[in-house]
Protein backbone atom coordinates (compact mmCIF):
# COMPACT_ATOMS: atom_id res chain seq x y z
CA UNK A 1 0.00 0.00 0.00
CA UNK A 2 1.44 3.14 -1.08
CA UNK A 3 2.14 6.31 1.71
CA UNK A 4 -1.00 8.35 1.08
CA UNK A 5 -3.12 5.74 0.71
CA UNK A 6 -2.07 4.59 3.88
CA UNK A 7 -2.16 7.86 5.62
CA UNK A 8 -5.72 8.02 4.32
CA UNK A 9 -7.06 4.97 5.91
CA UNK A 10 -5.30 6.11 9.13
CA UNK A 11 -6.81 9.12 8.96
CA UNK A 12 -10.34 7.47 8.96
CA UNK A 13 -9.71 4.90 11.25
CA UNK A 14 -8.22 7.18 13.85
CA UNK A 15 -11.71 9.81 13.08
CA UNK A 16 -14.72 7.92 11.14
CA UNK A 17 -17.04 10.84 11.38
CA UNK A 18 -13.67 12.64 8.66
CA UNK A 19 -15.21 11.10 5.49
CA UNK A 20 -12.16 10.96 2.63
CA UNK A 21 -12.51 10.73 -0.82
CA UNK A 22 -9.65 9.38 -2.28
CA UNK A 23 -8.84 9.24 -6.54
CA UNK A 24 -5.23 8.90 -8.12
CA UNK A 25 -4.20 10.24 -10.99
CA UNK A 26 -0.94 9.60 -13.63
CA UNK A 27 0.94 12.48 -14.40
CA UNK A 28 4.34 13.26 -16.77
CA UNK A 29 6.00 13.34 -13.25
CA UNK A 30 4.55 10.35 -11.31
CA UNK A 31 0.99 10.05 -9.71
CA UNK A 32 -0.80 12.06 -7.25
CA UNK A 33 -3.85 12.52 -5.43
CA UNK A 34 -7.04 13.72 -5.13
CA UNK A 35 -8.46 13.84 -2.09
CA UNK A 36 -12.13 15.46 -0.55
CA UNK A 37 -12.07 15.42 3.25
CA UNK A 38 -16.05 16.18 5.29
CA UNK A 39 -16.19 16.52 8.59
CA UNK A 40 -19.53 14.49 9.34
CA UNK A 41 -19.62 15.36 13.21
CA UNK A 42 -22.21 17.75 14.12
CA UNK A 43 -19.80 19.08 17.19
CA UNK A 44 -17.50 20.49 15.56
CA UNK A 45 -18.97 20.84 11.85
CA UNK A 46 -20.89 23.92 10.22
CA UNK A 47 -23.96 21.62 10.03
CA UNK A 48 -25.48 21.48 6.51
CA UNK A 49 -22.99 24.58 5.48
CA UNK A 50 -20.42 22.34 6.03
CA UNK A 51 -18.03 22.54 3.02
CA UNK A 52 -15.57 19.84 1.39
CA UNK A 53 -11.93 20.67 1.09
CA UNK A 54 -9.73 19.02 -1.57
CA UNK A 55 -6.12 18.11 -1.26
CA UNK A 56 -3.88 17.42 -4.32
CA UNK A 57 -0.82 15.33 -3.25
CA UNK A 58 1.95 14.17 -4.33
CA UNK A 59 3.27 10.43 -2.96
CA UNK A 60 6.48 12.40 -0.92
CA UNK A 61 4.13 15.56 -0.06
CA UNK A 62 6.77 17.45 -1.91
CA UNK A 63 4.24 19.24 -3.94
CA UNK A 64 0.53 20.18 -1.83
CA UNK A 65 -2.59 22.11 -2.66
CA UNK A 66 -5.32 23.32 -0.32
CA UNK A 67 -8.59 23.73 -2.02
CA UNK A 68 -10.97 26.01 0.25
CA UNK A 69 -10.15 24.69 3.88
CA UNK A 70 -13.15 24.65 5.96
CA UNK A 71 -12.03 21.92 8.20
CA UNK A 72 -11.87 23.04 11.75
CA UNK A 73 -10.14 19.88 12.40
CA UNK A 74 -7.59 20.96 9.73
CA UNK A 75 -4.30 20.78 11.91
CA UNK A 76 -5.13 17.16 12.35
CA UNK A 77 -6.20 16.62 9.03
CA UNK A 78 -2.81 18.29 7.94
CA UNK A 79 -0.27 16.17 10.46
CA UNK A 80 -2.24 12.98 9.11
CA UNK A 81 -1.66 13.49 5.52
CA UNK A 82 1.82 14.76 6.39
CA UNK A 83 1.37 18.06 4.68
CA UNK A 84 4.70 19.89 4.98
CA UNK A 85 4.28 22.95 2.87
CA UNK A 86 1.49 23.78 0.58
CA UNK A 87 -0.25 26.22 -1.55
CA UNK A 88 -3.81 27.52 -0.56
CA UNK A 89 -7.06 28.24 -2.63
CA UNK A 90 -10.07 29.87 -1.53
CA UNK A 91 -12.90 29.90 -4.03
CA UNK A 92 -14.91 32.59 -2.43
CA UNK A 93 -15.86 34.20 0.60
CA UNK A 94 -17.98 32.38 2.58
CA UNK A 95 -17.17 30.99 5.77
CA UNK A 96 -17.13 27.08 5.34
CA UNK A 97 -14.18 27.84 2.63
CA UNK A 98 -12.05 29.50 4.95
CA UNK A 99 -12.54 28.83 8.60
CA UNK A 100 -9.96 26.52 8.68
CA UNK A 101 -7.49 28.54 7.34
CA UNK A 102 -4.94 28.82 10.19
CA UNK A 103 -4.26 25.03 10.30
CA UNK A 104 -1.59 26.59 6.68
CA UNK A 105 -0.70 29.65 8.33
CA UNK A 106 2.70 29.31 6.35
CA UNK A 107 1.03 29.00 2.94
CA UNK A 108 0.36 31.46 0.18
CA UNK A 109 -3.41 32.13 0.17
CA UNK A 110 -4.67 32.83 -3.36
CA UNK A 111 -8.38 34.17 -4.09
CA UNK A 112 -9.70 37.00 -6.34
CA UNK A 113 -9.84 40.72 -5.35
CA UNK A 114 -13.25 40.60 -4.42
CA UNK A 115 -12.60 37.67 -1.91
CA UNK A 116 -9.70 39.65 -0.91
CA UNK A 117 -11.26 42.75 0.04
CA UNK A 118 -14.42 40.78 2.22
CA UNK A 119 -11.83 38.98 4.14
CA UNK A 120 -9.42 41.51 4.92
CA UNK A 121 -11.72 44.46 5.57
CA UNK A 122 -14.71 42.72 6.81
CA UNK A 123 -17.16 44.29 4.78
CA UNK A 124 -18.95 42.75 2.12
CA UNK A 125 -19.03 44.05 -1.85
CA UNK A 126 -22.03 44.63 -3.27
CA UNK A 127 -25.16 46.84 -1.53
CA UNK A 128 -23.51 49.18 0.11
CA UNK A 129 -20.68 47.60 1.34
CA UNK A 130 -22.10 46.62 4.93
CA UNK A 131 -20.60 44.56 7.32
CA UNK A 132 -21.29 40.51 6.20
CA UNK A 133 -19.98 39.06 10.07
CA UNK A 134 -21.50 40.95 12.68
CA UNK A 135 -25.66 39.60 12.43
CA UNK A 136 -24.86 36.05 13.34
CA UNK A 137 -25.34 35.30 9.44
CA UNK A 138 -23.11 32.99 7.67
CA UNK A 139 -22.84 36.04 4.84
CA UNK A 140 -24.80 38.80 3.10
CA UNK A 141 -28.57 37.82 2.90
CA UNK A 142 -28.41 34.31 3.81
CA UNK A 143 -31.02 32.63 4.92
CA UNK A 144 -29.80 30.62 7.78
CA UNK A 145 -28.22 31.45 10.85
CA UNK A 146 -24.17 30.21 11.04
CA UNK A 147 -23.72 27.83 13.53
CA UNK A 148 -22.93 29.32 17.19
CA UNK A 149 -20.56 26.78 17.45
CA UNK A 150 -18.16 29.22 14.97
CA UNK A 151 -19.20 33.10 15.72
CA UNK A 152 -16.37 33.36 18.08
CA UNK A 153 -13.54 31.93 15.39
CA UNK A 154 -13.64 34.86 13.03
CA UNK A 155 -11.50 37.18 14.80
CA UNK A 156 -9.06 34.35 15.00
CA UNK A 157 -8.30 34.74 10.96
CA UNK A 158 -10.56 37.49 10.29
CA UNK A 159 -9.47 40.32 9.50
CA UNK A 160 -7.36 37.21 6.90
CA UNK A 161 -3.60 38.05 7.84
CA UNK A 162 -2.40 35.61 6.04
CA UNK A 163 0.34 35.50 3.05
CA UNK A 164 -2.28 36.09 0.47
CA UNK A 165 -2.22 36.52 -3.50
CA UNK A 166 -5.44 38.54 -5.36
CA UNK A 167 -5.91 37.09 -8.61
CA UNK A 168 -7.04 40.30 -10.78
CA UNK A 169 -10.14 39.09 -13.02
CA UNK A 170 -8.08 38.57 -15.79
CA UNK A 171 -5.12 36.69 -14.49
CA UNK A 172 -5.25 32.73 -13.76
CA UNK A 173 -3.30 31.10 -11.35
CA UNK A 174 -1.36 27.96 -12.38
CA UNK A 175 0.54 25.44 -10.56
CA UNK A 176 3.97 24.80 -11.50
CA UNK A 177 3.47 20.94 -10.94
CA UNK A 178 0.04 19.51 -11.24
CA UNK A 179 -2.00 20.60 -14.43
CA UNK A 180 -3.95 22.72 -12.53
CA UNK A 181 -5.66 26.29 -12.46
CA UNK A 182 -7.59 28.42 -11.15
CA UNK A 183 -9.74 31.74 -12.66
CA UNK A 184 -12.37 34.24 -11.80
CA UNK A 185 -16.06 34.10 -13.48
CA UNK A 186 -18.73 36.36 -12.45
CA UNK A 187 -21.27 33.40 -12.82
CA UNK A 188 -21.35 31.74 -9.22
CA UNK A 189 -22.88 32.07 -6.05
CA UNK A 190 -21.01 35.13 -4.93
CA UNK A 191 -18.63 37.53 -6.24
CA UNK A 192 -15.11 37.37 -7.15
CA UNK A 193 -15.60 33.32 -7.36
CA UNK A 194 -13.27 31.46 -8.31
CA UNK A 195 -13.30 27.91 -10.41
CA UNK A 196 -10.58 25.58 -11.31
CA UNK A 197 -9.90 22.66 -13.50
CA UNK A 198 -7.61 19.87 -13.06
CA UNK A 199 -6.79 18.00 -16.23
CA UNK A 200 -4.69 14.93 -15.96
CA UNK A 201 -4.59 13.12 -19.46
CA UNK A 202 -8.39 12.29 -20.97
CA UNK A 203 -10.03 13.78 -17.54
CA UNK A 204 -11.42 16.95 -16.88
CA UNK A 205 -12.22 17.85 -12.85
CA UNK A 206 -14.10 20.82 -12.63
CA UNK A 207 -13.71 22.63 -9.42
CA UNK A 208 -17.02 24.63 -9.56
CA UNK A 209 -17.44 25.88 -5.79
CA UNK A 210 -21.13 25.83 -4.79
CA UNK A 211 -22.43 26.23 -8.11
CA UNK A 212 -24.98 23.77 -6.77
CA UNK A 213 -25.69 21.48 -3.91
CA UNK A 214 -27.56 18.46 -3.79
CA UNK A 215 -30.65 18.49 -1.04
CA UNK A 216 -32.65 15.41 -0.34
CA UNK A 217 -31.86 13.83 -3.72
CA UNK A 218 -32.47 17.10 -5.41
CA UNK A 219 -30.21 19.54 -7.44
CA UNK A 220 -30.71 22.94 -5.95
CA UNK A 221 -29.56 26.22 -6.12
CA UNK A 222 -28.33 28.38 -3.13
CA UNK A 223 -28.79 31.99 -4.87
CA UNK A 224 -27.12 34.75 -2.94
CA UNK A 225 -28.54 38.33 -3.51
CA UNK A 226 -25.53 40.65 -2.40
CA UNK A 227 -25.06 40.51 -6.14
CA UNK A 228 -28.14 41.95 -7.17
CA UNK A 229 -31.58 41.23 -7.35
CA UNK A 230 -33.02 37.46 -7.80
CA UNK A 231 -33.58 37.67 -11.50
CA UNK A 232 -30.01 38.63 -11.95
CA UNK A 233 -28.75 36.05 -9.47
CA UNK A 234 -30.41 33.10 -11.06
CA UNK A 235 -29.26 34.39 -14.67
CA UNK A 236 -25.52 34.47 -13.35
CA UNK A 237 -26.42 30.72 -11.83
CA UNK A 238 -27.45 30.33 -15.07
CA UNK A 239 -24.77 30.97 -17.38
CA UNK A 240 -22.34 28.80 -15.66
CA UNK A 241 -24.59 25.61 -15.57
CA UNK A 242 -25.36 25.77 -19.50
CA UNK A 243 -21.56 26.00 -19.96
CA UNK A 244 -20.87 23.33 -18.19
CA UNK A 245 -23.58 21.11 -20.27
CA UNK A 246 -21.81 22.39 -23.15
CA UNK A 247 -24.58 24.56 -24.60
CA UNK A 248 -24.18 27.59 -25.93
CA UNK A 249 -23.42 30.41 -22.79
CA UNK A 250 -23.05 34.09 -23.25
CA UNK A 251 -21.78 36.74 -21.02
CA UNK A 252 -24.50 38.65 -19.78
CA UNK A 253 -24.65 42.27 -20.28
CA UNK A 254 -22.98 45.25 -18.41
CA UNK A 255 -22.83 45.02 -14.90
CA UNK A 256 -24.34 41.60 -14.49
CA UNK A 257 -20.87 40.36 -15.93
CA UNK A 258 -19.37 41.73 -12.86
CA UNK A 259 -17.02 45.03 -11.49
CA UNK A 260 -15.71 45.43 -14.76
CA UNK A 261 -19.16 45.38 -16.72
CA UNK A 262 -18.25 44.63 -20.47
CA UNK A 263 -14.85 44.83 -20.30
CA UNK A 264 -14.10 40.98 -20.15
CA UNK A 265 -16.77 40.04 -21.87
CA UNK A 266 -14.67 37.68 -24.13
CA UNK A 267 -12.27 36.38 -21.57
CA UNK A 268 -15.78 35.20 -19.81
CA UNK A 269 -16.69 33.76 -22.92
CA UNK A 270 -13.75 32.07 -23.57
CA UNK A 271 -13.29 30.53 -19.83
CA UNK A 272 -17.04 29.82 -20.19
CA UNK A 273 -16.40 27.07 -23.41
CA UNK A 274 -13.24 25.74 -20.48
CA UNK A 275 -16.05 24.96 -18.46
CA UNK A 276 -17.86 22.33 -20.75
CA UNK A 277 -18.00 18.95 -20.50
CA UNK A 278 -15.51 18.11 -17.59
CA UNK A 279 -15.57 14.05 -16.11
CA UNK A 280 -16.14 14.75 -12.53
CA UNK A 281 -17.83 18.14 -10.38
CA UNK A 282 -15.54 18.67 -7.50
CA UNK A 283 -18.03 21.07 -5.83
CA UNK A 284 -18.07 22.69 -2.09
CA UNK A 285 -20.72 19.63 -1.08
CA UNK A 286 -19.88 16.84 -2.74
CA UNK A 287 -17.90 14.89 -5.38
CA UNK A 288 -19.42 13.79 -8.81
CA UNK A 289 -18.65 12.41 -11.91
CA UNK A 290 -20.79 13.80 -14.40
CA UNK A 291 -22.41 11.28 -16.00
CA UNK A 292 -24.07 10.49 -12.85
CA UNK A 293 -26.11 13.97 -12.21
CA UNK A 294 -25.93 15.46 -16.04
CA UNK A 295 -29.63 14.60 -16.70
CA UNK A 296 -30.31 16.10 -12.98
CA UNK A 297 -28.45 19.46 -14.32
CA UNK A 298 -30.31 19.62 -17.25
CA UNK A 299 -34.06 19.03 -15.10
CA UNK A 300 -32.42 21.83 -12.89
CA UNK A 301 -31.77 24.59 -15.98
CA UNK A 302 -34.83 23.53 -17.55
CA UNK A 303 -36.45 24.19 -14.31
CA UNK A 304 -35.03 27.55 -13.63
CA UNK A 305 -35.02 28.68 -17.23
CA UNK A 306 -38.89 28.05 -16.95
CA UNK A 307 -38.76 30.13 -13.89
CA UNK A 308 -37.37 32.79 -15.63
CA UNK A 309 -39.86 32.73 -18.08
CA UNK A 310 -42.49 32.84 -15.72
CA UNK A 311 -41.44 35.88 -14.10
CA UNK A 312 -41.06 37.82 -17.20
CA UNK A 313 -44.72 37.25 -18.65
CA UNK A 314 -46.91 36.81 -15.58
CA UNK A 315 -45.44 38.89 -12.43
CA UNK A 316 -44.98 42.45 -13.06
Not at 29 to 46: I, M
Not at 51 to 69: E, G, H, K, M, W
Not at 196 to 209: A, C, D, H, R, V
Amino acid sequence: MLEIELAVRKLQESDPQLRVLSRRYEGPQGPYWLLGVLDLNPARNLGGYQNQTYFLLTPDRSQAVVIDPGLREGERVREALGIRKCSAIITHYHIDHWIGSDAYADATFYMSEACAFVLTNRLGVGRGGQSIFTDGRLTDYHRTPTPPNVLKEWDRILPFHYRLVRLRPDETWRHPHFPLEFFELPYGQTEGTLYGLLEPPGQKILFGSDLFIKLNGMLCIEPHYSMGDQREVIDRVLVALEALLGQPAQPLPGPANGPGGDTYSQLWAQRLRRLAHPTTLALGHGLWDLAECQAQIEHLVAELKEYRRIEREHII
